[in-house]
């Protein structure tokens, strides 16, 4: 089993910022991608950002160029820097870890909110 726990939501005003971490514990697989998901009220969840454990990242059209993915092998860690919030951007903010090397490896943290006010 692999624990994620994310931490650092929380309320902000359009065009301020919000980090993001989430560390990860337990059986976690070296060979391994991470990313960031998110979900508003009344929508499906939907990919932020990805990461493979190289640095190869991946963006939802929606945050290239305001939000950045990071990752410290190291210390098992996902991060993820928010600029430029737009209203839109409020949604429960999930973490995820995944490895297509182990059947059925994927894992979510419980979800952080974040709450961008016009």
């Known amino acids: 089993q692999v624990q994620l726990v994310e931490s650092g939501g929380g309320s902000v005003q359009a065009g301020g910022s919000l980090a993001l971490s989430c560390a990860a514990s337990g059986d976690v697989f070296s060979i391994n991608a991470m990313g960031w998901y998110r979900q508003a009220p009344g929508k499906q969840r939907e990919l932020v950002a990805t990461?493979?454990?190289?640095?190869?990242?991946n963006y939802a059209d929606s945050v290239k160029g305001r939000f950045t993915i990071s990752r410290d092998n190291a210390k098992n860690t996902l991060y993820l820097q928010m600029n430029s919030l737009k209203p839109e951007d409020t949604a429960v903010y999930y973490c995820?870890?995944?490895?297509?090397?182990?059947?059925?490896?994927?894992?979510w943290g419980q979800g952080t909110q974040v709450t961008v006010s016009s």
């Open positions: 995820n870890l995944w490895s297509p090397y182990r059947a059925n490896y994927t894992y």
């Open positions: 990461i493979t454990r190289s640095g190869v990242t």
